[in-house]
């Protein structure tokens, strides 16, 4: 019996309080690490929720129908495998079962797991599987398992590298949106210069949007007004101007006006001040005009190659997943030959007379290294598991509100610790006491 398994008895029938393991940090450093390399996006609950069921002993996962709990089971379960861990996932209702396997199909393929059941199908694939490995052990398994290995290696390094790159994305993402607050900052400062605009110059021309169809404000025109200013400046101290210079600053004057439709030029053709803040103005227009456009572009920009490098990191996690569970079914197996085949025979006996003593010949620990994902209904489990103490490093119980106690236990005592998912408003658990001793909650 666990250490878990014990307390919870001790708890229960004692009366006392007990203590459990519980959010051990540094297992949830690695669970941290082994969820950026599954291709499954998770709400921070749902993350929290995956770390404390492998950091504490007991943990309890609630939440109405619809809420993810499936998805987050199957999060778990993919965890399982890159902590090179064995989990077991039971239910009262197979179609609970089958939600999950689903998913783990998706990602893992056809061969991901033991799924422990009376359907002869799946036991004639079970026994496929382990013979094929049990081949595979032979001639050339060095060979293979090297080439798993550098596979497996290829495969997590051209992951992180693109996880690395969405992380830069990210924070371009994170930059640009600061911009785009700096942006709308500037429209509201571009509002009060409109407005400015329309009382000190001509307010026609916001009505018609002349403004919005000028062209981009060249700089040269900051020299044109600086000319302007020295020969109003000459004329107001009575100086001579040179006839080329007046020439030169009327035709300023003349291309001015033209450019940015100021009709109000021909009244006060040589008001320099006025005219820097007509310009001033346009300037401000135009600069907020260009900073939304660019905002825009860069954006639109980053989100697409957020959304396709999201694609990409997908596909590698994949690959990663399926090449680092070939591989530690692989190594495993050669390490447990013997195991494996007695483990295959139980696949061909159906009588329990006969299937009882073959199980206590098999060295289940190690079986469960070699597949690490178990799923099926509570009511088969005895059919290829033994009832023996710690063989998971987890048990999960999905649908609780349809397990009793006798159901559940043991399902608890084959493994070291234990999650119970369902929905706390149907949850009978309560009443039961055996889970009101100490549970985690995480929505």
Not at 67 to 93: C, D
Not at 114 to 122: L, P, Q
Not at 202 to 210: R, S, V, Y
Request: proline share 3%.
């Amino acid at each position: 019996m666990s250490d878990t398994l014990r307390k919870l008895f001790h708890g229960v029938l004692t009366g006392q309080p007990v203590q459990f393991r519980i959010l051990d940090q540094g297992v949830q450093e690695e669970v941290g690490h082994s969820l950026r390399l599954i291709p499954m996006p998770l709400s921070r609950k749902q993350e929290e929720a995956i770390r404390n069921a492998w950091s504490s002993d007991l943990s309890y996962i609630q939440g109405p129908p619809g809420t993810g709990k499936s998805h987050t089971i199957t999060a778990l379960m993919l965890t399982a495998l890159v902590l090179e861990k064995s989990v077991l996932l039971v239910s009262h209702k197979k179609a609970a079962i089958d939600v999950v396997r689903r998913k783990l199909h998706e990602m893992l393929g056809e061969e991901f797991a033991i799924y422990v059941g009376n359907d002869a199908s799946e036991r004639d694939r079970t026994k496929r599987r382990i013979g094929e490995l049990i081949e595979q052990c032979g001639h050339g398994f060095n060979e293979r398992l090297s080439t798993l290995k550098t596979q497996e290696e290829r495969a997590k390094v051209a992951l992180l590298n693109t996880l690395t790159r969405i992380q830069k994305e990210e924070r371009s993402l994170g930059l640009a949106l600061e911009r785009t607050n700096a942006n709308y900052r500037a429209q509201e400062d571009h509002l009060r210069n409109r407005a400015a605009y329309a009382r000190d110059f001509q307010e026609g021309d916001l009505a018609m949007d002349i403004l919005s169809a000028l062209p981009d404000v060249p700089a040269h025109w900051t020299n044109t007004l600086e000319r302007l200013e020295e020969v109003q400046n000459q004329r107001f101290m009575g100086e001579d101007i040179p006839r080329k210079d007046l020439l030169r600053a009327r035709l300023g004057l003349v291309g001015y006006r033209r450019t940015f439709n100021a009709e109000w030029i021909a009244e006060e053709p040589w008001n320099a001040h006025r005219l820097r803040a007509h310009y001033a103005s346009i300037q401000a227009y135009d600069a907020a005009r260009k900073e939304r456009k660019q905002i825009h572009i860069k954006l639109n920009v980053v989100r697409r190659t957020i959304h396709d490098l999201q694609v990409q990191a997908e596909e590698q996690s994949r690959t990663y997943l399926r090449t680092l569970l070939r591989r530690i079914q692989l190594e495993n197996a050669y390490a447990a030959g013997g195991d494996l085949k007695k483990f295959q025979s139980l696949f061909r006996l159906r009588r329990p007379s006969l299937v009882k003593p073959l199980m206590e010949q098999v060295t289940y620990s190690s079986i469960t290294r070699i597949f690490p994902i178990w799923l099926g209904e509570m009511r088969n489990l005895g059919g290829v598991l033994p009832l023996q103490s710690s063989i998971f490093d987890m048990a999960v119980v999905d649908e609780a509100s349809q397990v009793n106690i006798p159901e559940v236990v043991p399902a608890f005592y084959r493994a070291k610790s234990f999650v119970v998912v369902g929905d706390q408003k149907q949850l009978g658990l309560e009443a039961a006491g055996l889970f009101a001793i100490n549970r985690t909650y995480e929505e």
